[in-house]
């Protein structure tokens, strides 16, 4: 049995790596989850494998850590801007949608109890902004739209899932007081918030002691991050308060608690590959087992749909379009007035018109949904309490992944042409407060090389090689001073000539990686050598994309 569970785990990740491999492939952009879906669904009708899911199991495994990267992730000092409208659209717009989806549900599939509609609607709120980058990869979207993206999905993730526990609760007890529930919502969010919050700051400060006595290693470091979000979870959970929040909130925590203490450059860059490998694997995981899982659900939807007299797939599908259609429809309207309120404005006289119906359309073609929503809806229980089999459960996992597939393929067809010239104001208070960042850095930089010239002048021996040295370094710091402290048409000429300089270099990176494989081929260097030379151009590489 062991043998067989590893083979399967072996089996899935390499259909995860095969389905990216195609999306990168294909000349046309198809997002990374239908290819995903696609190659499950063909391992589910002609494999000799089938998974049994636990949907605690899935619950506990998959959704702590995904929760916790996309917290740690989420740019800090960003977290509060445009904050009154992106809590319109990931909280108020996720109360909107699970009563608005789940009694439309409800009233088109009466065999589908309401608590299991709004079950669906809790877990149909969640957006996904990894899917829309995978949508966007080739058509850029603004940065300032992208980063309300991400807020908005970490807090409608965690709001979505709060709300889907208390929906299957409700499914399973057939009771529901609204007194109690709104006491226990504050419990579970409260208590879940600082869970997750003491859960990173006592783990990092044990860490930060340990380092300090016993020297820094890179392996135990990344093993400490990936225990966090499932210590958070399962304590918030012992104490029924919400693992959710307590993933989240530890997953926020982390960068503060690291900024008072950094870690070793090699210890930050692995961690990084194996969170960029978790999330991929994941969120990979996740739609390959719903392809997997999918004959299966088909056929059991279609009995329940049959059993309330509507016999047939084409019902399924037309369930399906009502309900993508349904929650563009309520994001459309919600993003509009949300827009008329709250405009994004730049500056005071930008003149931008918030409201603009190509801005507040690509806002409700981007709100896909993706692996949240998937392993949401995939933990609903088997059986109730009594034994019994949960009402209508396949027909709302099918519904769910009907909506993903559906609203994937709008976005990846609508959203390149609504960006298509589209812009968003940024902030000039952001641009001012880099420019005045980078200045601050270079001049402390300048001064230590000026520094160290004075002290080299005072040595006879290789004065000459040395002066030349640091005058060169301190040219390159001359350079980023005088290009951030221009104002207006000139300041966007320099970032101009600053990025055509960035992108000569990132080609000189290239061209040298392009020979040094050449010379390791032709055994011109050793492997070491490729090694250490590889390392330094990839260091390189990354510091002119950051």
């Known amino acids: 049995m062991a043998l ?39 391992i589910g009708l002609f494999g000799a494998i089938r998974v049994t899911l636990d949907p605690e199991l899935l619950f506990y495994l998959l959704l702590p850590p995904l ?163 499932f210590g958070a979870y399962i304590l918030a959970e012992k104490v029924e308060a919400s693992g959710i929040i307590a993933a989240v909130a530890a997953g926020l925590t982390m960068t503060f608690s690291q900024a008072s203490r950094q870690s070793l450059p090699a210890t930050r860059m692995r961690q990084n590959s194996v969170w960029d490998a978790l999330q991929f694997v994941g969120h990979g ?32 599908a037309i369930y399906v379009f009502a309900v993508t259609g349904a929650l563009m429809i309520l994001r459309f309207a919600w993003v509009w007035t949300s827009l008329k309120l709250t405009p994004l404005r730049g500056g005071i006289d930008d003149g931008v018109r918030s409201a603009d119906l190509k801005l507040v359309a690509a806002f409700a073609v981007a709100g896909v949904r993706g692996a949240i929503t998937l392993a949401g809806i995939l933990t609903l229980p088997i059986l109730l ?23 994937l393929c709008i976005a990846s067809v609508a959203l390149p042409m609504l960006l298509r010239g589209l812009e968003i104001p940024g902030k000039p208070a952001e641009i001012i407060a880099e420019d005045r960042a980078r200045i601050a850095l270079a001049t402390v930089a300048l001064a230590t090389i000026n ?18 040295a640091t005058g060169r370094i301190a040219d390159i710091y001359r350079e980023i001073i005088a290009a951030r402290s221009h104002s207006g048409a000139a300041a966007s000429e320099e970032r101009s000539l600053e990025q055509v300089g960035r992108e000569v270099r990132l080609a000189a990176v290239k061209a040298q990686r392009t020979e040094l494989t050449r010379l390791m081929k032709s055994r011109e260097i050793s492997s070491d050598l490729m090694s250490k030379l590889l390392r330094e151009l990839d260091l390189l590489e990354l510091h002119y994309r950051a």
């Open 4 to 42: 067989e569970t590893v083979s399967l785990v072996l089996i899935l990740l390499f259909a995860v790596v095969v389905s990216s491999a195609i999306t990168r492939a294909l000349p046309i952009a198809i997002p990374a989850p239908i290819a995903q879906i696609a190659t499950g669904v063909i």
């Open 67 to 229: 929760l916790f990267l996309d917290g740690w992730r989420l740019p800090k000092d960003s977290l509060f801007r445009d904050s009154k409208l992106v809590l319109e659209l990931a909280l108020a717009l996720v109360i909107f949608t699970v009563f608005g989806i789940g009694y439309l549900i409800h009233w088109m599939i009466p065999v589908m109890p309401l608590p299991v509609a709004f079950a669906l609607g809790a877990v149909l709120s969640p957006t996904d902004p990894i899917a829309v980058s995978s949508i966007t990869a080739r058509s850029p979207i603004p940065p300032r739209m992208m980063r309300i993206l991400e807020r908005e999905s970490l807090l409608n993730d965690a709001s979505g899932l709060v709300c889907l526990r208390f929906a299957v609760a409700t499914a399973m007890t057939g009771a529901f007081v609204l007194h109690e529930a709104a006491l226990q919502f504050v419990w579970m969010g409260g208590a879940g918030l600082a869970i997750g919050i003491l859960m990173t700051l006592i783990t990092m400060r044990a860490k930060e002691w340990f380092t300090d006595q016993f020297g820094e290693e890179s392996g135990p470091q990344i093993v400490v991050s990936l225990l966090i979000p």
């Open 285 to 316: 995981i996740i739609f390959v087992l719903l392809g997997e899982q999918l004959p299966n659900i088909v056929a059991n939807a279609e009995r329940t749909v049959a059993s309330a007299g509507h016999p047939g797939l084409w019902w399924l």
């Open 451 to 468: 520094e160290i010239r004075d002290r080299y002048s005072m040595e006879e021996r290789d004065h000459g090689e040395r002066d030349r």
């Open 385 to 407: 309490g009594d034994g019994t089999s949960f009402p209508a459960r396949d027909l709302a996992i099918f519904i769910a992944a009907g909506v993903i597939l559906l609203s």
